[in-house]
Nanobody, 121 residues
Framework: QVQLVESGGGLVQAGGSLRLSCVAS????????MGWYRQVPGQQRELVAG???????NYVDSVKGRFTISRDNAKNTVYLQMNSLKPEDTAVYYC???????????????WGQGTQVTVSS
């Protein structure tokens, strides 16, 4: 019914940049908040950046000033521009969306499959 397709991950050197994209598709009525999470093996998944339906953004302290989250509502897409990447940014990055689909009451959370971001020294 709904899928989130991510792209843009890869291997970059420290100081480099990547732009992640996530497109939500399916019988979508509306999308509320969207966000990017990351997870390192053996650790909890953490919220990196979130953006509300109105465009309000929130970032984990470690990425403030370096990452920018944005969304294109017409395309059901959320982006994460990552600049000045550091080795500690290495993780699997997951797209998340809280959205409402056709014929279902209320909204639900959906996850992308995850995309690997590796930053070398």
């Amino acid at each position: 019914q709904v899928q989130l397709v991510e792209s843009g991950g890869g291997l970059v050197q420290a100081g480099g940049s990547l732009r992640l994209s996530c497109v939500a598709s399916g019988s979508i009525v509306s999308i509320n908040a969207m966000g990017w999470y990351r997870q390192v093996p053996g650790q909890q998944r953490e919220l990196v950046a979130g953006i509300s339906s109105g465009g309000t953004t929130n970032y984990v302290d470690s990425v403030k000033g370096r990452f920018t989250i944005s969304r294109d509502n017409a395309k059901n897409t959320v982006y994460l521009q990552m600049n000045s990447l550091k080795p500690e940014d290495t993780a699997v990055y997951y797209c998340n969306a809280d959205l409402k689909i056709l014929f279902r009451a209320g909204s639900r959370n959906y996850w992308g499959q995850g995309t690997q971001v590796t930053v070398s020294s």
